[in-house]
């Protein structure tokens, strides 16, 4: 992912999209795992919000213009998509996948280090991720002690659990597999 990160300001990695707008082929991989990575630096995406519709939307703007600074989108017949509808379907796309990976990251600290008996600082004092900001954290697991929270947790894993059909294509997205057929 480092590559990505690093490329001049002129370079950028191109992606392939379907007839539905939707990221296919290896370099979808990429971008996934890109923002994968964005939404885990506290400066683009901070955990102290609680949901996803709560982060401002200039921060979702400057994620935004990151990948389209470090990605180019073309079609399967190789035009170049710029505006229209079409950019509008890709960028919709990838506020999806900002804000499933960003939900991910936050279970994934949750249940890294979020426990019940300790304060949010001791907890904070647990975190040795370099990429969480302990103030952050701090906030969030001030949060995740709150009653609603607690509640809302409840219900989310009942709801899980009806899940009768699990994904099992690993990182690969359904798009992807489709277009490899």
Known sequence: MIEIWDLEKEEQVIVEVNAHHIPIGDSAAKLTRFIGTMVR??????LSYTTWPQLPARKKNEMWEMIKEKFQFKTLDGKEVIDGEAFKCINVWALENM??????????????????????????????????????????????????????????????????????TGTKSFPRVIHEM
Not at 41 to 46: K, T
Not at 140 to 151: G, N, P, Q, S, V
């Open 41 to 46: 630096m506290s400066d683009f995406a901070p």
């Open 99 to 168: 804000s499933t990976k960003w939900r991910s990251w936050k279970n994934e600290l949750k249940s890294e280090y979020f426990d019940e008996t300790m304060t949010p600082h001791e907890m904070s004092s647990k975190v040795d991720d370099s990429r969480v900001d302990k103030d952050q954290f701090i906030s969030i697991a001030k949060y995740w002690l709150t009653d609603e929270a607690k509640e809302q947790s409840t219900k989310n894993k009942e709801n899980c659990s009806k899940s009768k059909e699990p994904h099992c």
